[in-house]
């Protein structure tokens, strides 16, 4: 589930680019939720539900089990999110940053019922002011007129933020990225089951 969470902030971030916005709005939605979801009781917890993953979970089987189109810039996508989680943990001063924003924009949500634009808002500048200064960026590609909107960059932000933050729960629940490589027989059978369900 956390490494389909890192898929589907793939899958926004490039439908941002190229249409301006995310469709369905759940997919976005569940990413921000596992971004303000700070103290689950399990991981089913921080993406509320196994169908909001479907998409991606889609998506990573085709890659894995060679049946699905190849989508090189999803794949450099979820790269460079993987890059930028080890930097981050390396990084104890952004990883205390970073918890701090987040409760803070969680109150936003919670105590002062700020809208779903100003929440989106805030954890775009999260990214620029924490991840953006500690490891390589990630180009992302699109239509200029979609790019150029200072609302479709602050999304983007959140969502690859949402990816990086899959990628530390991947770590924490024991992922590695030599597992892609060497278990893809059991990560297919995985992904299977939870379709599944």
Known sequence: MAFGGICLAAICAQQLARRGEVFPEEY???LIHSLLETDPDNTLAVYRSVKSLQPALRMLLGQLNGQG???VEQT???VGILALERH??????ALATLGRGLTQIKRQRDEFDFDAYRIIEHLGKLYSDVISPIGPRIQVNGKPEHLQKP?????????????????VLWRQ???KRRQI?????????AIEDLLNM
């Not at 960059?153 to 990628?167: E, T, Y």
């Not at 490589?181 to 059978?189: A, E, G, N, W």
């Open 28 to 30: 976005s939605e569940t």
């Open 173 to 175: 629940l024991g992922g």
């Open 88 to 93: 981050l943990v390396k990084n104890p001063d």
């Open 69 to 71: 189109a190849k989508d």
């Open 151 to 167: 609302e479709v960059q602050h999304h983007i932000r959140a969502m690859l933020l949402a990816g990086i933050r899959s990628a």
């Open 181 to 189: 490589i060497f278990s893809r027989k059991r990560l297919q059978r």
């Open 76 to 78: 450099r996508y979820v």
